[in-house]
C-alpha cells in the first residue's frame, strides 16, 4: 500500500490517502520518494483550475527518491539507484513524436498527477522511461524542482538554440522564472529579470540577472524597446504582451511557459514588421532533462529552496499559493 496526501475536492485540504498500487507492471519502476517540490500546476490542478483534476488528488511531480523496484522489463536502472520524476509518468514510445525523441509532446504521454497519484507520498510509480538517474554531484535535496520548473526553462534555450551572447529576459520570478536566471546565466546569456516584486529585484540578480524590470510597469518595460532576444514568461496572469513583444529585437521570441488562462492580445504588426515570434512549450522530454541535469551539476546550479516536512504540505501550498515561496518549496518525507 502506498501512504500518500491526497484532496477530495477542489481546493480541499490535503489529508491521508492509502492507496493499492496492484503488482507492478514490467516496464515500471517503484521509487522510494525522499523529497518532492511543489509546483504551481500542482496548486492549479488541486483547485481544478483546468477543469481536469480527478479525486481522490494526490498532488506531487518534481520527485526525487531511489528506486526500489523494478518492472521485469527494466534494464536501465535497479534498486537503491538516485533517481527523479518529473511532470509525465509514462510516454507511448511508438508514435512519430516519441520515435523522434520529443516524448514530451506525445499526444498519449500520462501525467504523474493526471489520472494518476503523484508525489506526495512515501512512494510513486512511473514508466522507467520517464525516470531519470540523477548525475554525481547534483545536491539530493534542491533537485525535485529541476525535474519540472527547471526542464520547464531549460528546454527552450536547447529548442531556439539560444546563443551565450544572447539577450534573455525572464517575466515572473516564481519557482520557474528563478531557475531560468541561473540556466541562462550559466548559458552565457545577458539575463533581465522581469518582476512585480519590489522585494525580489536585489535577490534576481544575486540569482543571475544583470538588470530588474517591474513587469508591471508599461514605462520601464518601453525602455527596454528592442533590446533582447527571447522573452520566457513563467507568470500564470496576463501581462501587456504587447509591451514585452516590443522589447523585443528583430527575430526575437516570446515564448510561454506559464499557464495564463486567459488568450494572449497581440498586435500583428508588431510581429510582421520586426519578425517577431511567439511559442509555447511544455516541460521536456527525457533526453534533455538527462542533459539539464548534467548542465546543472557542471554549473552548479541549484534551486533556491525552502523546505517542509510532508506533515505539513498543507501549509506549504497555503505558502505558495500567497506567493511567498523564496523560491521553490519542497516537502521532505
Ligand atoms: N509549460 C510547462 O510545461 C509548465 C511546467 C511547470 C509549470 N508551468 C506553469 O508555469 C507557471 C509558473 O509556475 P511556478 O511554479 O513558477 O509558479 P510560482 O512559483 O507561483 O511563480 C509565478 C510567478 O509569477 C509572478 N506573478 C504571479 N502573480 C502575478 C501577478 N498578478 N502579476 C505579475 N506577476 C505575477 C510572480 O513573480 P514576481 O513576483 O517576480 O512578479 C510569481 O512568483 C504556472 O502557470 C505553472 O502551471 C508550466
Ligand atoms: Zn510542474
Ligand atoms: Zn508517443
Redesign the pocket.
Same mark, same amino acid.
Given at each position: 500500500m502506498i501512504k500518500a496526501y491526497a484532496a477530495q475536492q477542489a481546493g480541499g485540504k490535503l489529508e491521508a490517502f492509502t492507496y493499492d498500487p496492484g503488482p507492478l507492471e514490467a516496464n515500471d519502476v517503484e521509487i522510494d520518494v525522499d523529497y518532492c517540490g /511543489? $509546483?504551481? @500546476?500542482d496548486?492549479?490542478m488541486l483547485e481544478n483550475e483546468w477543469g481536469i483534476t480527478r479525486f481522490p488528488f494526490v498532488p506531487g511531480h518534481e520527485i526525487v527518491g531511489s528506486v526500489a523496484s523494478t518492472g521485469v522489463a527494466v534494464t536501465h536502472l535497479k534498486a537503491g539507484d538516485k533517481v527523479g520524476l518529473g511532470?509525465h509518468s509514462g510516454y507511448c514510445m511508438t508514435c512519430p513524436t516519441c520515435m523522434s525523441g520529443d516524448h514530451n509532446m506525445c499526444s498519449n504521454a500520462k501525467g504523474v498527477i493526471i489520472d494518476h497519484h503523484g508525489g506526495f507520498a512515501n512512494k510513486v510509480r512511473a514508466q522507467a522511461a520517464s525516470v531519470i538517474a540523477l548525475p554525481d554531484g547534483i545536491d539530493i535535496e534542491s533537485a525535485g524542482p529541476l525535474f $519540472? #520548473?527547471g526542464i520547464?526553462v531549460f528546454n527552450p534555450l536547447v529548442q531556439f538554440d539560444v546563443q551565450p551572447t544572447d539577450k534573455v529576459g525572464v /517575466? +515572473? /520570478? +516564481? #519557482?520557474?522564472?528563478h531557475m531560468a536566471l541561473l540556466f541562462a546565466n550559466a548559458w552565457g546569456c545577458e539575463v533581465t529579470?522581469?518582476? *512585480? @516584486?519590489e522585494a525580489?529585484r536585489q535577490e534576481?540578480l544575486e540569482m543571475g540577472a544583470h538588470h530588474t524590470i517591474d *513587469?508591471?510597469d508599461p514605462e520601464a518595460i518601453a525602455a527596454a524597446t528592442g533590446q533582447l532576444d527571447m522573452i520566457i514568461s513563467? &507568470?500564470? &496572469?496576463k501581462?501587456d504582451w504587447n509591451a514585452f513583444l516590443s522589447a523585443l529585437k528583430p527575430r526575437g521570441r516570446l515564448h510561454? &511557459? +506559464?499557464?495564463?488562462l486567459e488568450p494572449i492580445d497581440l498586435g500583428v504588426f508588431n510581429l510582421m514588421m520586426t519578425q517577431r515570434s511567439v511559442s #509555447? *512549450?511544455? &516541460?521536456g522530454s527525457p533526453a534533455t532533462i538527462a542533459k539539464m541535469l548534467d548542465f546543472a551539476a557542471r554549473h552548479n546550479i541549484r534551486p533556491v529552496i525552502e523546505t517542509y516536512p510532508m506533515t505539513q504540505v498543507n501549509e506549504a501550498m497555503d505558502r505558495?499559493k500567497k +506567493?511567498q515561496?523564496r523560491?521553490?518549496i519542497v516537502l521532505r518525507r
Open positions: /511543489i $509546483c504551481h @500546476s496548486l492549479s511532470w $519540472c #520548473g520547464t /517575466i +515572473g /520570478i +516564481g #519557482g520557474l522564472g529579470a522581469f518582476t *512585480s @516584486s525580489k534576481a *513587469s508591471r513563467t &507568470v500564470n &496572469v501581462l510561454f &511557459v +506559464g499557464a495564463t #509555447g *512549450s511544455p &516541460v505558495l +506567493g515561496a523560491y521553490r
